[in-house]
Nanobody, 113 residues
């Protein structure tokens, strides 16, 4: 499966962005889909995950601000990001849970005034 993230950009603190992840094949049979991020000089970390049953969990740092969703018919996973903070600046990737598919290029989110 190839995973292509998009929707990143430059946004001011307090702003919003919606990221999309397009999979190259059906995700219906993939139980867990997630968003991860890697800030400069830091390790990649999980941000949000969603199961095929639509159960979700979030990193403490984004709870109440980010919302993950999936559209199996379109093989797409979304991440709605609100109330963005400078510390949300990172390259965002989507993938399943371990073992991972090959990582895509990700999409850069920059939160800055």
């Amino acid at each position: 499966v190839q995973l292509q993230a998009s929707g990143g950009g430059l946004v001011q603190p307090g702003g919003s962005l919606r990221l999309s992840c397009q999979a190259s094949k059906s995700i219906v049979s993939i139980n867990v889909m997630g968003w991860y991020r890697q800030a400069p000089g830091k390790a990649r970390e999980p941000v949000a995950k969603i199961t095929s049953g639509r159960s979700t969990n979030y990193a403490d740092s984004v709870k109440g601000r980010f919302t993950i969703s999936r559209d199996n018919a379109k093989n797409t996973v979304f991440l709605q990001m609100n109330s963005l903070k400078p510390e949300d600046t990172a390259v965002y990737y989507c993938n399943t849970d371990f073992p991972y598919y090959p990582w895509g290029q990700g999409t850069l989110v920059t939160v800055s005034s």
